[in-house]
């Protein structure tokens, strides 16, 4: 009896602030960090978006993604292109997905519950997490890389723990080396502070990004072309890949450039909750989405072509690190500095694409997982130690396939993308009854059969067969040429047919809740949030009398009018669960 009360009152000192009054059930749909975001946290503007986005274009992976365009047979010019068109597509995508955040200033995961039922909502966000999670451990160990570089520039014998160094302590099976791991846990450790602060503070950080980490990559630009003896020699290189083989790396080029916002365009929702207002998350993204990573783009292209000109006996090098390290051997002190500051500003640049694209994100979708435990900052925590305990650098070992394998996981989120988007614009129209997202009663228009929505799983995995063969391929097995053709338009081909099913599935049978116009109600998110019950019964008492507009059905044209002029028009004959 004894032990029980002491895993009680456990239970209560674990427990993270929510709502009082809340039943079992409540418990596992919500806390603070899942409720609407209240107005005095909505303080990200217009230029706080653009900042954000210039400081996450300065990354590793960007940089590589479109130099290995480079790599692969395509000339600068046409990287370059593929670039803008690649993120222009995946600008529209996030500013989509981003909106439904703003405007209702709800997060990925409460958001998924609108088209894959209250409890079915946490599998796509699992995935979510658990990708989150295997990513930051990845994005730190190349973090570690810069922090080598950085150290190595101040102290030469650094190296000397590396490999074949001397002073190297471990052994070779452990997969790494003594100087490649403390590189790794000093970037690991470092960006534990980062970490405790809440999102809408941590926009200050993306700030300081946006203003060092453009400015260092400038550097490195100018450097490569002065020793390449200018941009002429760069430029006029053409390109390897001619006829259908050119034609489809163009293709490929634009498509990588999407796959890279994959994990993005699904969770915008999680940053743009904290608009002041919908459209401060509309065009600072959509514009500085693609000139933000056209513009880094077009530095690694540069500076990976001039590496050709730089080393003529060496194949294209499109990992910026690599080429850096290269630069400091026989390097001078002003040489070494430069080094020194170019790394610590990829260091920065790697800590704040971890923080925003895999640390906060993954303490989000922890928090929906188990709420009544979670929030956004131990999920993050509990992220950084995954990603400590996954050991990236076994992993990395065969880094082709790897990364190509967590590239190709964009068929899934894609086609997770492709449900939300048209559940919220084609077939509810932009209506949702926000109460009832947090609502575990079978009343509940988003309770569907038991919590879970057949519709929206129906057209899940309807979007990821065209590309599982596909997928197959990609990991290095043998497949069909056809099935690989497809595979090269993954993101398309899983969002059209997951987003043309769910509405299919939805106009032949119909769910509760939609909107016959354009009818979004983001106001709901203003006045003071309840999500409590206040009868015995489970149900809300607002509800039933009307005030709140929980009609469970279709919403027509006099109801919308009558909801806009703030009467309490309500049809109680609707109010009911989806099959």
Request: hydrophobic fraction near 45%.
């Amino acid at each position: 009896m004894a032990s029980k009360e002491k895993v009680k009152v456990w239970g209560r000192k674990l427990a993270v602030e929510s709502e009082p009054g809340l039943t079992n059930a409540q418990l596992m749909l919500t806390n603070h960090d899942l409720k609407p975001v209240e107005p005095e946290r909505r303080q990200w503007g217009p230029w706080n978006f653009v900042g954000f986005w210039v400081a996450d274009s300065f990354n590793i992976n960007t940089w590589m993604i479109s130099s290995s365009m480079i790599a692969n047979g395509l000339s600068w010019w046409q990287s370059w292109l593929c670039v803008w068109i690649g993120y222009s597509i995946a600008a529209c995508f996030v500013c989509l997905t981003g909106r439904i955040g703003a405007t209702y200033h709800i997060s990925f995961p409460v958001v998924a519950r609108s088209s894959f039922g209250i409890w079915g909502s946490l599998w796509p966000v699992f995935n979510r997490a658990a990708m989150a999670c295997i990513w930051y451990g990845v994005q730190a160990w190349i973090g570690g890389q810069c922090v080598t570089l950085m150290i190595r520039s101040i102290w030469t014998a650094y190296a000397e723990l590396g490999q074949d160094g001397p002073r190297n302590s471990m052994p070779v099976s452990s997969g790494t080396n003594t100087m490649d791991f403390l590189s790794f846990f000093l970037f690991w450790a470092g960006s534990l502070p980062a970490i405790w602060f809440p999102v809408h503070k941590i926009r200050h950080l993306f700030t300081v990004k946006a203003y060092f980490v453009p400015t260092a990559a400038i550097i490195y630009f100018g450097w490569a072309i002065g020793r390449a003896d200018g941009i002429g020699p760069i430029v006029h290189q053409r390109a390897k890949a001619q006829g259908s083989a050119l034609a489809w790396g163009f293709v490929s080029g634009v498509m990588s450039s999407i796959a890279n916002f994959a994990t993005l365009i699904v969770n915008d929702p999680d940053f743009a909750r904290f608009a002041i207002k919908p459209r401060d998350a509309l065009w600072s993204q959509l514009f500085t989405i693609p000139c933000g990573f056209a513009f880094t783009s077009f530095v690694g292209i540069i500076v990976s072509s001039s590496s050709k000109v730089i080393f003529p006996d060496q194949d294209y090098i499109w990992n910026p690190l690599t080429l850096l390290g290269m630069f400091l051997e026989n390097a001078s002190s002003a040489e070494r500095f430069a080094v020194f500051i170019i790394a610590a500003a990829f260091t920065l640049a790697q800590l704040g694409t971890n923080i925003a694209a895999n640390s906060i994100s993954a303490g989000t979708d922890m928090t929906a997982l188990l709420p009544r435990f979670l929030n956004i900052r131990r999920g993050g925590y509990i992220c950084a130690a995954v990603g400590l305990a996954m050991c990236p650098w076994n992993l990395l070992k065969d880094s082709n396939s790897f990364t190509t394998y967590l590239s190709a996981y964009s068929v899934f989120l894609s086609s997770i993308a492709g449900v939300i988007i048209s559940d919220y614009y084609f077939v509810r129209k932009g209506y949702l009854e926000l109460k009832q997202l947090y609502s575990a009663s079978p009343s509940s228009p988003y309770f569907y059969w038991f919590g879970w929505s057949w519709r929206g799983y129906a057209a899940y995995i309807a979007g990821i067969l065209p590309n599982i063969v596909g997928f197959v391929g990609a990991i290095g097995k043998p497949i069909p040429i056809g099935a690989a053709y497809v595979y090269r338009l993954n993101f398309f081909a899983g969002f059209i047919v997951a987003s043309l099913v769910y509405w299919l599935l939805c106009k032949f049978f119909p769910i509760p809740a939609v909107s016959d116009r354009w009818f979004e109600q983001g106001e709901a998110a203003d006045r003071a949030f309840s999500v409590a019950y206040t009868d015995g019964q489970g149900y809300d008492e607002e509800r039933l009398s009307g005030s709140d507009h929980g009609t469970g059905g279709k919403l027509k044209e006099a109801e919308l009018y009558a909801v806009n002029q703030k009467s309490t028009v309500h049809d109680k004959t609707t109010v009911g669960k989806a099959s």
